[in-house]
């Protein structure tokens, strides 16, 4: 038996390469990034295409981007998205096939269209908008009414970042001492365990719902796929459906996310979170001034008329007593006259009746002043209950400067400036830092 016709295998994997070559493969193909890495600025990619119907790969391609193309190819891309080329990105590519004896089969990535990444990222938002719509619930939380003072605030965050240090700092430095009480619920804020994490950190604050006035979710900014956990759906849902109203401060200087959509209230900032929370609780205290200085002035009005009310009374009351006393006197006068020589058993009868009038009269005058007197004592009593030292004593503190002006507004302060706290008990100075 004869032995058939054979090739080495370096002259069939030069065979493969020349057919490769000569085909000269290059084609646009819409992928997903698999894996990701680099090495010595050189970028080694995975792409993967997975069945409709499950997650299993039915296509796959490992490629590179070598340092000297790295600029070029991915310039456009990081430009667009804000970030590099990463594990799950949709992709867009340009490639070119070639085949090594050795090292097989390989692409290389020659140009990315952002767009396409864009679009298919804005696709998804757009899904996931439609059905939290077709859920009803988009405008639930927004629905929820904001407490008259917010001071207990449960704070969904990473432990360690600046964002959430310095949202702190800004709420215990509040030129109005108002008594904010945050609590961490520490999450991982970016990376594919983002969106479990922070879904069970609003899941352990449910659980103590009664125990805080709002949420907060804080973040300090990120690329765009940093913070793409916040275009998740099961996120976008808890939020919509909190029972406390949810304030995000998650870091997006300009888009917005669709958990910031959902949210009751939406700001950029961690800081601008915590100036959102003094402000609030600063338009409730002014609300209070003004009602407490509004309620003075009724009481010392009230009181004044109803002093110029009893002065007066007793005015007309000693006048009419007076009067009495005149005609009764004037008549005794003329009956003593006409009667001079009538019998003096008659003359006694009406000096009786004279005497008689005239308690009654000072009895029924005694009386009415101590009724006035007592309604003096109760609108006393009313304002001693307005006073603005008992709303003290209930909690609050009224600051002024240096001059004994109350300060209303953080911003009239600078640096060095002397000011006194006054509450119920006592009072306190200090100095701006």
Same mark, same amino acid.
């Given at each position: 038996?004869?032995?058939?016709?054979?090739?080495? !295998?370096?002259?069939?994997?030069?065979?493969?390469?020349?057919?490769?070559?000569?085909?000269?493969?290059?084609?646009?193909?819409?992928?997903?990034?698999?894996?990701?890495?680099?090495?010595?600025?050189?970028?080694?990619?995975?792409?993967?295409?997975?069945?409709?119907?499950?997650?299993?790969?039915?296509?796959?391609?490992?490629?590179?981007?070598?340092?000297?193309?790295?600029?070029?190819?991915?310039?456009?891309?990081?430009?667009?998205?804000?970030?590099?080329?990463?594990?799950?990105?949709?992709?867009?590519?340009?490639?070119?096939?070639?085949?090594?004896?050795?090292?097989?089969?390989?692409?290389?990535?020659?140009?990315?269209?952002?767009?396409?990444?864009?679009?298919?990222?804005?696709?998804?938002?757009?899904?996931?908008?439609?059905?939290?719509?077709?859920?009803?619930?988009?405008?639930?939380?927004?629905?929820?009414?904001?407490?008259?003072?917010?001071?207990?605030?449960?704070?969904?965050?990473?432990?360690?970042?600046?964002?959430?240090?310095?949202?702190?700092?800004?709420?215990?430095?509040?030129?109005?001492?108002?008594?904010?009480?945050?609590?961490?619920?520490?999450?991982?804020?970016?990376?594919?365990?983002?969106?479990?994490?922070?879904?069970?950190?609003?899941?352990?604050?449910?659980?103590?719902?009664?125990?805080?006035?709002?949420?907060?979710? $804080?973040?300090?900014?990120?690329?765009?796929?940093?913070?793409?956990?916040?275009?998740?759906?099961?996120?976008?849902?808890?939020?919509?459906?909190?029972? #406390?109203?949810?304030?995000?401060?998650?870091?997006?200087?300009?888009?917005?996310?669709?958990?910031?959509?959902?949210?009751?209230?939406?700001?950029?900032?961690?800081?601008?979170?915590?100036?959102?929370?003094?402000?609030?609780?600063?338009?409730?205290?002014? !609300? #209070?001034?003004?009602? @407490?200085?509004?309620? @003075?002035?009724?009481?010392?009005?009230?009181?004044?008329?109803?002093?110029?009310?009893?002065?007066?009374?007793? #005015?007309?009351?000693?006048?009419?007593?007076?009067? $009495?006393?005149?005609?009764?006197?004037?008549?005794?006068?003329?009956?003593?006259?006409?009667?001079?020589?009538?019998?003096?058993?008659?003359?006694?009868?009406?000096?009786?009746?004279?005497?008689?009038?005239?308690?009654?009269?000072?009895?029924?005058?005694?009386?009415?002043?101590?009724?006035?007197?007592?309604?003096?004592?109760?609108?006393?009593?009313?304002?001693?209950?307005?006073?603005?030292?008992?709303?003290?004593?209930?909690?609050?503190?009224?600051?002024?400067?240096?001059?004994?002006?109350?300060?209303?507004?953080?911003?009239?302060?600078?640096?060095?400036?002397?000011?006194?706290?006054?509450?119920?008990?006592?009072?306190?100075?200090?100095?701006?830092?």
């Amino acid at each position: 038996m004869s032995t058939p016709q054979s090739l080495t !295998l370096e002259q069939f994997c030069n065979n493969i390469r020349n057919v490769i070559s000569d085909a000269n493969l290059a084609s646009w193909v819409t992928a997903e990034v698999a894996q990701a890495q680099v090495s010595r600025g050189h970028y080694y990619i995975t792409l993967s295409q997975k069945s409709d119907t499950s997650d299993a790969p039915v296509a796959s391609l490992r490629c590179q981007i070598w340092s000297s193309n790295v600029f070029r190819v991915l310039g456009p891309l990081r430009l667009a998205t804000g970030d590099d080329i990463r594990d799950g990105m949709k992709i867009l590519a340009y490639v070119s096939v070639s085949f090594h004896p050795v090292y097989g089969m390989s692409g290389q990535i020659l140009a990315i269209d952002p767009q396409y990444t864009l679009g298919d990222m804005e696709r998804r938002r757009q899904e996931i908008l439609r059905q939290l719509a077709a859920d009803g619930v988009t405008e639930m939380n927004k629905e929820l009414p904001l407490p008259k003072v917010i001071q207990r605030v449960a704070v969904v965050s990473a432990a360690t970042a600046a964002g959430y240090g310095d949202f702190c700092d800004q709420l215990r430095s509040n030129p109005y001492a108002i008594d904010f009480r945050p609590v961490l619920f520490p999450a991982a804020m970016q990376g594919e365990s983002a969106e479990a994490s922070i879904v069970d950190a609003l899941n352990k604050i449910a659980a103590e719902v009664d125990d805080f006035d709002v949420v907060v979710i $804080i973040r300090g900014g990120g690329s765009k796929m940093d913070l793409a956990c916040f275009d998740s759906y099961l996120m976008a849902s808890n939020v919509a459906q909190f029972p #406390l109203p949810v304030i995000t401060g998650i870091g997006h200087e300009r888009d917005t996310s669709i958990v910031d959509i959902v949210a009751h209230t939406a700001v950029k900032t961690p800081t601008a979170v915590a100036e959102f929370l003094i402000q609030h609780d600063a338009d409730f205290l002014a !609300l #209070l001034d003004d009602f @407490t200085a509004r309620a @003075t002035r009724a009481a010392e009005a009230s009181l004044s008329a109803a002093i110029y009310g009893v002065d007066a009374l007793r #005015l007309r009351l000693l006048a009419s007593a007076s009067a $009495i006393l005149a005609s009764a006197r004037s008549r005794s006068d003329s009956l003593a006259l006409r009667a001079m020589s009538a019998a003096s058993e008659r003359l006694a009868r009406q000096d009786m009746t004279f005497q008689m009038l005239r308690q009654r009269l000072l009895s029924a005058a005694r009386a009415r002043l101590d009724v006035e007197a007592r309604r003096q004592e109760a609108f006393e009593r009313h304002v001693a209950a307005i006073d603005p030292r008992e709303v003290l004593r209930r909690g609050f503190s009224v600051t002024t400067d240096a001059e004994g002006n109350r300060i209303t507004n953080a911003a009239t302060l600078k640096k060095g400036d002397g000011i006194t706290t006054f509450f119920a008990d006592g009072k306190v100075s200090s100095v701006v830092s």
